[in-house]
């Protein structure tokens, strides 16, 4: 099993920037594909970023490419989201996820652990 925490979300202004932290137990987190995915009011979950445990090749959304940055530090267990050029849709509940699989993944389906949530204003 796997349990994740995230944090560093709160209040910014419209082009600020923010960066979460997705902190991971267990003794594999090295095997893990990381996921980040989002969740506004009224609407359904999205897909934000997620990087492979293998090759930690990054994949994004169009909506986020350019200003977010999907990272992980084996050694501290721990992913991360860097959030530039922030604009208020950006606004959500922002989710961490993990799969144990050697490929990147869009679809919130293939996740199999998931975080409580942290969220994110973005303030016009």
């Known amino acids: 099993q796997v349990q994740l925490v995230e944090s560093g979300g709160g209040l910014v202004q419209a082009g600020g920037s923010l960066r979460l932290s997705c902190a991971a137990s267990?003794?594999?987190?090295?095997?893990?594909?990381m996921g980040w995915f989002r969740q506004a009011p009224g609407k359904e979950r999205e897909f934000v970023a997620a990087m492979s445990w293998s090759s930690s090749s990054p994949i994004y959304s169009d909506s986020v490419k350019g200003r977010f940055t999907i990272s992980r530090d084996n050694a501290k267990n721990t992913v991360y989201l860097q959030m530039n050029s922030l604009k208020p849709e950006d606004t959500a509940v922002y989710y961490c996820?993990?799969?144990?699989?050697?490929?990147?993944?869009?679809?919130?389906?293939?996740?199999?652990?998931w975080g409580q949530g942290t969220q994110v204003t973005v303030s016009s």
């Open positions: 267990g003794r594999t987190f090295s095997s893990y594909t």
């Open positions: 996820a993990a799969v144990r699989t050697y490929y990147a993944s869009r679809n919130f389906h293939e996740y199999d652990y």
